[in-house]
């Protein structure tokens, strides 16, 4: 069973709509959350992290649910400029280390068009 | 300075050759990453340095060996690679072992 599950898409929305991307993540031991985007041939960049009571970053909203142990990303009013791969990032923490591994879903692939 | 920078960007190599992936941070980052990403793949882990020390090793073939000359480089000496080795390697460093920094990535192909 794969650490982090994420629906890949491809979502293929227009300007102006709402849209939402899951993922779910295996290890109750989870400790920190993120969304990367990644453009095509480049590297991943962190969007946002991801806290258990909710964040907003203008445009962006991410949720954290500990109990269903999934995480969400809401984009309002989607911009040709947010067309990329949306990375979910789970860190777990090794025992008695300060070290955390990073899980990288799949990626869920959005396509905004005019 | 802000960024994560890798040297080369491109990178063709037979199977016979030996070469390294360099790269570089000025952030006073103390943990540093290498990873792996196949086409429509996520990243994988492959080693973390944490103050200059290997840390992890995710059963990353011998043909790949790390260096940590110091806090700020970072080096992946790659020898007797096989076709299947092409990718994108990624270097990232994080100050507190979450939300690494990337760096643009060497596109690695091996003939």
């Known amino acids: 069973r794969k650490e982090v599950e994420q629906d890949p898409g491809p979502f293929n929305v227009p300007e102006g709509a709402t849209v939402a991307f899951n993922c779910t993540y295996s290890n109750s031991a989870s400790q920190s959350f993120f969304w990367y985007r990644q453009d095509c041939r480049k590297e991943p960049k962190l969007l946002m992290s991801v806290y258990s009571s909710g964040n907003e970053d203008g445009r962006f909203t991410a949720q954290l649910n500990r109990a269903s142990q999934y995480i969400s990303l809401l984009i309002r009013d989607s911009k040709l400029s947010d067309s990329a791969t949306y990375l979910c990032?789970?860190?777990?923490?090794?025992?008695?280390?300060?070290?955390?591994?990073?899980?990288f879903g799949r990626g869920t692939q959005l396509t905004v068009w005019p | 300075d802000t960024e994560v920078t890798q040297t080369p960007k491109h990178l063709v190599m037979g199977m016979t050759n030996k070469k390294s992936l360099k790269c570089e941070q000025h952030m006073g980052h103390r943990a540093m990453y290498w990873y792996k990403q196949k086409a429509k793949k996520p990243p994988e882990l492959m080693f973390v340095?944490?103050?200059?020390?290997?840390?992890i090793n995710e059963s990353v073939p011998s043909r790949f060996s790390p260096e940590c000359p110091n806090s700020s480089l970072l080096n992946l000496h790659l020898h007797a690679l096989q076709p299947e080795d092409s990718a994108l390697y990624l270097c990232?460093?994080?100050?507190?072992?979450?939300?690494?920094?990337f760096g643009p990535g060497t596109r690695l192909t091996v003939t």
């Open positions: 340095y944490s103050y200059e020390k290997l840390s």
């Open positions: 990232a460093s994080s100050q507190d072992a979450s939300k690494p920094h």
């Open positions: 990032v789970v860190s777990i923490y090794d025992r008695g280390s300060t070290l955390g591994r990073l899980y």
